[in-house]
């Protein structure tokens, strides 16, 4: 283990689901969920969380392992490409479909090609909640709109994400082509 990393905790849960607790030098612990069928692979490497800044400025951490690679080389792998074993070289990409880097469940882990992940982003329409078009603001509520463009249909405010997602869902319907 490196110097001044903590052990990781893992914890098995009764509904399937395990738990990865990566603790940083700061004492701020992070936890990871993923399917407890992967814990013997989860528990081959040590795990730290990785901090990456997106196009938009947007910041994003996600748990990383050093993979060794050949003589004297590593490699760095995030969780969710280690659990689908992924090759570092191949073209394709992980989406977190509920918009959690920490989410390692094999159901929300999207798998796609770099031309498909591109045209499954809306940068226009961040989506905070892991919901497309909906973002929860400071106040608790979330506001649905179809994008931040000048004109862009603006559905509203409202108190719960199920209703956010039902205002979205049924002003889609209507205004379908």
Request: charged share 25%; proline share 4%; aromatic share 10%.
């Amino acid at each position: 283990m490196p110097r001044g990393h903590r052990p990781n905790e893992y914890l098995v849960l009764d509904d399937g689901i395990a738990t990865l607790t990566i603790t940083r030098q700061n004492g701020q612990p992070y936890v990871v969920t993923f399917d407890a069928i992967d814990i013997d692979l989860v528990k081959q490497y040590t795990w730290h969380i990785k901090w990456v800044r997106d196009s938009t400025g947007k910041l994003y951490h996600y748990a990383q392992t050093n993979v060794p690679d050949g003589v004297r080389k590593q490699r760095k792998v995030t969780l969710a490409a280690h659990l689908l074993n992924l090759d570092h070289t191949s073209d394709l990409v992980t989406h977190y479909r509920n918009g959690d880097t920490l989410d390692c469940r094999r159901s929300n882990i999207l798998i796609t090609d770099r031309a498909g992940a591109l045209a499954d982003v809306d940068w226009k329409a961040p989506a905070t909640t892991g919901e497309r078009y909906i973002d929860r603001r400071p106040n608790g509520r979330y506001h649905v709109q179809l994008s931040r463009a000048y004109g862009a249909p603006y559905i509203g405010m409202y108190d719960t994400l199920l209703e956010a997602v039902q205002a979205r869902d049924q002003w889609l319907a209507d205004h379908a082509a």
